[in-house]
């Protein structure tokens, strides 16, 4: 209990938040590097998951391919990466290392919600005359949108609960309040970046369950 007194004692501790090293400017960091990852991640796996998807062919090898690198630790390939000519090139190392971690969950969702959309619906949406691209962007999107949503959730909450690692590397984001702790032996400083990471990946997971709400108004609305 003295741990988290002296943890909450850090945490409303105003100098703490203010400054370069401070909370507001390490969670920018952060919230940049997660948003930046998230955004690569999404460009890459959710147009070979709709493609495929739509047309059938290739999805579960692309799928079983992309799952093999959840076994890999991406600290164990933030370490590879440093090691080689990339390691020179600032953030890049780690954020390939978090795109490789964030594009499984997305490709998988994304590809499972696009051959979950009934197939009667479709064949009927052929019937009435869509070429393949609308009845990609009309019909079979709109209704596995829900799906898509959860696949970029957890991407989204794994990105911010992993970017910490770019302190290991020297780049920003609320893992140098954790590796600081660990510097200076405050043990409450550790527990308080620890608590600080927790709370923003809730309020992320928070956010998308809000949009996960709102999916089904949009996909109603795709189908008009």
């Known amino acids: 209990m003295n741990i988290l007194s002296e943890a909450w004692d850090w ?13 507001w400017s390490r969670l920018g960091e952060h919230l940049f590097l997660t ?29 079983n391919i992309s799952n093999v690198g959840r076994a890999v630790p991406t600290f164990a390939v933030l370490v590879l990466l440093l090691l080689t000519p990339i390691g020179e090139y600032g ?37 009435m005359g869509m070429t393949g691209g ?27 609960a992993t970017a910490t690692i770019a302190a290991l590397a020297g780049g920003g984001g609320l893992g140098r309040i954790i590796t600081a702790g660990f510097n200076l032996a405050s043990t409450p400083q550790v527990v308080a970046g620890a608590v600080l990471v927790a709370v923003f990946a809730l309020l992320v997971e928070a956010l998308f369950e809000i949009g996960q709400r709102l999916a089904p108004q949009c996909s109603k609305g795709g189908m008009r």
């Not at 945490?11 to 909370?23: D, F, K, Y």
């Not at 009309?138 to 957890?154: C, F, S």
């Open 35 to 63: 948003v930046v990852c998230l955004l690569i991640s999404c460009l890459i796996a959710l147009p070979v998951a709709l493609v495929l998807g739509h047309l059938g062919k290739g999805g579960a090898l692309a799928v």
């Open 91 to 127: 953030d890049w190392p780690t954020i390939i290392a978090l795109v490789l971690f964030a594009v499984p969950p997305l490709l998988t969702n994304a590809y499972v919600g696009m051959r979950g959309v009934d197939r009667d619906i479709v064949r009927a949406a052929r019937g």
């Open 11 to 23: 945490l409303t501790n105003s100098a703490n938040w203010s400054g370069e090293s401070g909370v």
């Open 134 to 160: 609308q009845l990609l962007w009309r019909v079979e999107l709109p209704l596995a949108l829900p799906l898509i949503l959860t696949g970029v959730r957890i991407a989204a909450v794994q990105l911010v």
